[in-house]
């Protein structure tokens, strides 16, 4: 059983608008004054638990309402089949599907009016009459979001890096560190929104203000240099915020491999280390992927680059299977959709036309121009037929056991057949028979039960196949626009 789905809608609010919106409410100047009062790190503190508490709230009140939508919309879709379903059948000429009612018809669509009407309010969908309450225990949830600011917490934790902006501030030139003297003496708010700005368009915005705050009260030269040292100041920050001492320490006592520790140690902030950090899973495989391969135990920037390549591959494989499924407008129904899982052995979609047929796709966005195996579509083709019409069975017979009145789209349930029915016969053609005329009975087996075999190239450059492909009735789909692979190299 998986947990809740978690939506992390706070990560989008922009910092330099969560603190404006702050500035203009009183109730929270209010807050923020009297938190500064009982701290040490005065305002600072105050202004970033206040960003804090609001983006761990959105998160909160969007996980509840974006769960209860999706919950919702799953509910639809799986109303709406049964209605179309039952429909379709009568429509066709035949009487109401077995054990179906006169009245179910009239509950289904009772139901499905409820759900849009309650998709419509979203408050009243969540929580109807009852306030909303977004934990049993306020005292409970207070503890958790103050655990999270101050570093007790796994998730959410926030140490302002100011031993390495400190740094950064003494590494200036003289005349810059006047500028910013000057700038926190006279409006240290606007400053500081200035230099903690997380996106370029709060920190254009928040240096903007600035400026008109400072105008006619600093040089032209003096702003300019300010600028240049908000800036420095702001990269010094983010890269701090990236990977302090104690999340990196934190990261390295979970590395057993004391090679792969010392490479993490010494390595790239923004990839080696931050991979530690948020995925010490797939650090530890791909490790052991580069070591198998021949990578050095102490060639850190070899692992790098092999982490890089390997992380770009994927993204292109990824792209171009969902590419692929938007740009297949010949297939009306997906049976097997994109996912994340490019790396898993198998075919990547599978789907039903307009015209009945069953594609059976694999996209080749992350390989060469040419491509001469298909291992998806042809050695592994039988394996992989009946893994995916067991998957597909298994799918529908869990949609029956939750809601008892399902009724499968009898498409569906003919596609499946026929890719059973087609692994059977290519397993037999495999096991007898000529080799020399194999290709050409698979290719017959696989029309006459209407299956086409396809290679797409969403994100990438495949153009052409070979002619033992081709013989066994592949053929490219072109989908989209190559991407082109960065090299290796650099960040």
Known sequence: MTGPRR?????????????????????????????????????????????????????????????NALNRLERIAVLRDNIAAILDHVLEGGTLPEGVRVATLGEYFDQLSTEMRELSRPREGIVGDA?????????????????????????????????????????????????LRRAAELEPAALWRAVAAESEAGKRSAVADLQARLGGRLTPDELARLRTAVDDLGRARSRGLQMSDARLADALARIGDPDLRAVVAGGDVWLTQQLAVHNPEALA?????????????????????????????????????????????????????????????????????????????????????????????????????????????????????????????????????RMEDAAAEIDRINRRGSASTRPARISAALAERRLRLRVTSAAGEVREITQALRDLGLAVEPTGTPVPLPPTGGR
């Open 285 to 417: 495989t791909l490790w052991r992927r580069f070591r198998d391969g021949g990578g050095r135990a102490d060639d850190g920037p070899g692992f790098r680059r092999y982490l890089r390549h390997d992380m770009v591959t994927y993204g292109r494989g990824v792209l171009g299977e969902y590419s692929a499924a938007f740009s297949l407008s010949s297939i009306e129904l997906f049976l097997k959709g994109p996912d994340a899982n490019v790396k898993v052995a198998g075919t990547d979609l599978v789907g039903i036309g307009h015209d009945g047929w069953v594609w059976l796709v694999d996209d080749k966005s992350h390989r060469a121009a040419s491509v001469s195996g298909v291992s998806a579509l042809t050695d592994n083709l039988v394996v992989n037929l009946r893994r995916d019409a067991a998957d597909f069975r298994e799918a529908i017979a869990r949609l029956q056991r939750d809601d008892p009145g399902f009724t499968p789209d009898p498409r569906i349930l003919d596609a499946i057949s």
């Open 131 to 179: 306030p909303l309450r977004l934990a049993d225990d306020a005292g409970a949830y207070a503890d958790s979001l103050l655990r999270e600011f101050d570093g007790g917490g796994s998730a959410g934790r926030h140490v302002e890096p100011a031993a390495i902006v400190g740094d950064a501030f003494r590494a200036m030139p003289a005349d810059r560190q006047a500028a």
């Open 7 to 67: 939506f992390r809608a706070g990560r989008f609010l922009d910092a330099a608008a969560v603190h404006a919106a702050a500035d203009a409410n009183p109730r929270l100047r209010r807050f923020m004054r009297t938190i500064a009062e009982h701290s040490e790190a005065g305002e600072v503190r105050s202004r970033r638990l206040l960003e804090h508490l609001i983006r761990r709230i959105v998160d909160d009140v969007g996980d509840l309402h974006l769960g």
